[in-house]
C-alpha cells in the first residue's frame, strides 16, 4: 500500500513508502484515549514514507475499546488490526507479531510489560515504566529474561526544540550550566485529563505527568542525585470539568468521567533539586491552582541564560549571553552549525533545522510517538539501543518518588535510596496494591 505522503504547510511531498519495505509486525495493548494516541503517530510514520513497523493486532480487555481503535485504524491506516482480549490469545493466533506497544492506564504498566515479555515480545511502554521501584525491577528482571527490547516513552526530548535546547547546552551557549528553574500551576479542583490520575495507587497526576519533567530536566543538566520536597492534597475532591482529557484524544469516553471523584495522589510538589553535576535546580509541579495559570522554565549558566523552548509548542527558545545580549530563534542555529535533525524527525517537522515551527499541538504530539515507532523498528532489526531505555525509565521515576518520599520523611532523600529501595514508605501502599 502506498500512502498520502503529501504534508500540508510544507510545500514538498515526502517520498513515497515502498511497497517493498519490510515492516515489522506490532500490536498495541490498551486501547483506550492513549491507544488512540498512538495510533495517530502511527499514522504520521506511515505518511512520512519511513514505515518500519506495521499495526496487526490491537489487544484490550474491554473488547469494545479493541474494536473502536480497529476501526479507527482502518479508516486511518487502510487495514483493520484484528481484535484481542488478552496478550495470550494474540500470541497463540498471531505469532508473528514481535513487538507491542503498551498503552494500559499507567497503574498496570508493570504487570502487562512483564507478561509481554514472558510471552516473547519486544516492548515499547508508554510512560511511566511502573509507579514503583520494585515494578520496575519486576519489568527489568523479565527484560533481561527475555533478551527482547524494552523501550520507554519518554517522547518529549525528542521534540525539535528540546534537540535544539540540548545542542546549545552541549556547544556550552551559556557557559557551564548550574541551576534549572521549572514550574507548572494550573488545573483547579476540575479532574484532569481522567479520573484514575488522581488516585494515588493506580496513577497520580504529579508522577504521570511528572516523569516527562524529570526526563527532561535530566537530559539538559545530567542526572539528580537528591531530592528535598514538600507535597500537598490541596483538592480531594475533584469535579467534572468542561474540558475532558488532553486535545480530543478522550472524547469517545467522555460519558464514563464521573460528576465528582474523591482524590487521594498529591497535586502539588514543590522540590529543590540536587544534581551530580553540582547544579541545584528548583521545581514546582502544581495541579490544583485556581486563578491564572502560569508555566515557566529557565536554565542559568555561567555566562548567560536560557529559557528552552517547550514540546509540542514550536515556540522559539531565548538565550540571554553576557556581553551580547539576547538571541531567539533562527538567530541561535548561528551557534550551533553542525545542529541537524534526523531524516525522520526531518520530514515530520519539515527541515532538518528549525528554530521554531508552526505545527498544531496534535500534529507535534503523533510525530514524536511516531519517532518512538520508527526507533522501536531500529532497535529489532539493527539491533540499536533505545534512547530511553529501562534504567532511564527507572531513575526518572525514581526522582518522582524520592520528591515524595522526602516530603513523607520530612528530609532530603537521594536517588540511590530510592533505587535501592533503602526507603519506600511513599511506594508501600502501591505495592500492597499491586500485590509486588
Given at each position: 500500500?502506498?500512502?498520502?505522503?503529501?504534508?500540508?504547510?510544507?510545500?514538498?511531498?515526502?517520498?513515497?513508502?515502498?511497497?517493498?519495505?519490510?515492516?515489522?509486525?506490532?500490536?498495541?495493548?490498551?486501547?483506550?484515549?492513549?491507544?488512540?494516541?498512538?495510533?495517530?503517530?502511527?499514522?504520521?510514520?506511515?505518511?512520512?514514507?519511513?514505515?518500519?513497523?506495521?499495526?496487526?493486532?490491537?489487544?484490550?480487555?474491554?473488547?469494545?475499546?479493541?474494536?473502536?481503535?480497529?476501526?479507527?485504524?482502518?479508516?486511518?491506516?487502510?487495514?483493520?488490526?484484528?481484535?484481542?482480549?488478552?496478550?495470550?490469545?494474540?500470541?497463540?493466533?498471531?505469532?508473528?507479531?514481535?513487538?507491542?506497544?503498551?498503552?494500559?492506564?499507567?497503574?498496570?504498566?508493570?504487570?502487562?510489560?512483564?507478561?509481554?515479555?514472558?510471552?516473547?515480545?519486544?516492548?515499547?511502554?508508554?510512560?511511566?515504566?511502573s509507579l514503583t521501584i520494585r515494578g520496575c525491577n519486576r519489568v527489568i528482571d523479565a527484560w533481561k529474561r527475555s533478551g527482547k527490547v524494552l523501550s520507554v516513552g519518554e517522547q518529549e526530548r525528542r521534540d525539535p526544540m528540546c534537540r535544539?535546547?540540548?545542542?546549545?547546552?552541549?556547544?556550552?551557549?551559556?557557559?557551564?550550566?548550574?541551576?534549572?528553574?521549572?514550574?507548572?500551576?494550573?488545573?483547579?479542583?476540575?479532574?484532569?485529563?481522567?479520573?484514575?490520575?488522581?488516585?494515588?495507587?493506580?496513577?497520580?497526576?504529579?508522577?504521570?505527568?511528572?516523569?516527562?519533567?524529570?526526563?527532561?530536566?535530566?537530559?539538559?543538566?545530567?542526572?539528580?542525585?537528591?531530592?528535598?520536597?514538600?507535597?500537598?492534597?490541596?483538592?480531594?475532591?475533584?469535579?467534572?470539568?468542561?474540558?475532558?482529557?488532553?486535545?480530543?484524544?478522550?472524547?469517545?469516553?467522555?460519558?464514563?468521567?464521573?460528576?465528582?471523584?474523591?482524590?487521594?495522589?498529591?497535586?502539588?510538589?514543590?522540590?529543590?533539586?540536587?544534581?551530580?553535576?553540582?547544579?541545584?535546580?528548583?521545581?514546582?509541579?502544581?495541579?490544583?491552582?485556581?486563578?491564572?495559570?502560569?508555566?515557566?522554565?529557565?536554565?542559568?549558566?555561567?555566562?548567560?541564560?536560557?529559557?528552552?523552548?517547550?514540546?509540542?509548542?514550536?515556540?522559539?527558545?531565548?538565550?540571554?549571553?553576557?556581553?551580547?545580549?539576547?538571541?531567539?530563534?533562527?538567530?541561535?542555529?548561528?551557534?550551533?552549525?553542525?545542529?541537524?535533525?534526523?531524516?525522520?524527525?526531518?520530514?515530520?517537522?519539515?527541515?532538518?533545522?528549525?528554530?521554531?515551527?508552526?505545527?498544531?499541538?496534535?500534529?507535534?504530539?503523533?510525530?514524536?510517538?511516531?519517532?518512538?515507532?520508527?526507533?522501536?523498528?531500529?532497535?529489532?532489526?539493527?539491533?540499536?539501543?533505545?534512547?530511553?531505555?529501562?534504567?532511564?525509565?527507572?531513575?526518572?521515576?525514581?526522582?518522582c518518588n524520592a520528591a515524595l518520599e522526602s516530603s513523607v520523611l520530612g528530609r532530603p532523600v537521594t536517588i540511590e535510596e530510592i533505587e535501592n529501595e533503602e526507603t519506600a514508605e511513599y511506594e508501600a501502599s502501591i505495592n500492597d496494591h499491586w500485590n509486588i
Amino acid at each position: 500500500m502506498v500512502y498520502n505522503c503529501f504534508r500540508k504547510g510544507t510545500g514538498t511531498c515526502l517520498k513515497k513508502e515502498s511497497t517493498n519495505l519490510v515492516r515489522i509486525p506490532i500490536a498495541i495493548v490498551g486501547s483506550g484515549g492513549m491507544g488512540g494516541r498512538h495510533l495517530r503517530a502511527l499514522g504520521a510514520l506511515y505518511e512520512s514514507g519511513m514505515a518500519n513497523v506495521e499495526l496487526v493486532a490491537v489487544c484490550d480487555t474491554r473488547e469494545e475499546n479493541a474494536i473502536h481503535l480497529a476501526d479507527n485504524a482502518e479508516e486511518m491506516l487502510g487495514s483493520r488490526p484484528q481484535v484481542f482480549t488478552s496478550m495470550e490469545e494474540m500470541k497463540n493466533q498471531r505469532p508473528d507479531i514481535e513487538a507491542v506497544d503498551i498503552t494500559t492506564d499507567s497503574g498496570s504498566h508493570h504487570l502487562v510489560a512483564e507478561m509481554a515479555f514472558d510471552l516473547g515480545y519486544n516492548v515499547l511502554c508508554e510512560k511511566p515504566l511502573s509507579l514503583t521501584i520494585r515494578g520496575c525491577n519486576r519489568v527489568i528482571d523479565a527484560w533481561k529474561r527475555s533478551g527482547k527490547v524494552l523501550s520507554v516513552g519518554e517522547q518529549e526530548r525528542r521534540d525539535p526544540m528540546c534537540r535544539l535546547n540540548k545542542a546549545l547546552l552541549d556547544a556550552g551557549a551559556i557557559g557551564d550550566p548550574y541551576s534549572m528553574l521549572l514550574g507548572s500551576a494550573r488545573g483547579g479542583n476540575d479532574i484532569i485529563i481522567w479520573p484514575w490520575r488522581h488516585y494515588k495507587n493506580i496513577g497520580g497526576i504529579f508522577v504521570d505527568a511528572g516523569v516527562h519533567a524529570v526526563d527532561q530536566m535530566m537530559y539538559y543538566l545530567g542526572d539528580i542525585e537528591e531530592v528535598y520536597a514538600v507535597s500537598k492534597i490541596w483538592e480531594p475532591k475533584r469535579y467534572r470539568g468542561e474540558k475532558i482529557g488532553v486535545a480530543h484524544f478522550y472524547e469517545h469516553w467522555a460519558s464514563e468521567v464521573p460528576d465528582e471523584i474523591d482524590a487521594d495522589a498529591e497535586d502539588m510538589v514543590i522540590s529543590t533539586l540536587k544534581y551530580k553535576s553540582g547544579a541545584v535546580g528548583q521545581w514546582t509541579s502544581m495541579f490544583a491552582a485556581h486563578g491564572e495559570p502560569t508555566e515557566y522554565g529557565m536554565i542559568y549558566g555561567s555566562k548567560g541564560s536560557m529559557a528552552p523552548a517547550k514540546q509540542r509548542r514550536g515556540n522559539p527558545l531565548t538565550l540571554t549571553i553576557d556581553g551580547v545580549g539576547t538571541i531567539s530563534g533562527d538567530d541561535v542555529l548561528e551557534l550551533v552549525p553542525n545542529f541537524h535533525l534526523d531524516e525522520l524527525p526531518a520530514r515530520l517537522f519539515g527541515a532538518d533545522r528549525l528554530g521554531s515551527y508552526d505545527t498544531p499541538f496534535e500534529d507535534a504530539d503523533r510525530f514524536l510517538v511516531a519517532l518512538e515507532y520508527y526507533e522501536l523498528g531500529q532497535c529489532i532489526t539493527d539491533g540499536v539501543k533505545p534512547e530511553v531505555d529501562a534504567y532511564v525509565g527507572r531513575k526518572d521515576l525514581a526522582v518522582c518518588n524520592a520528591a515524595l518520599e522526602s516530603s513523607v520523611l520530612g528530609r532530603p532523600v537521594t536517588i540511590e535510596e530510592i533505587e535501592n529501595e533503602e526507603t519506600a514508605e511513599y511506594e508501600a501502599s502501591i505495592n500492597d496494591h499491586w500485590n509486588i
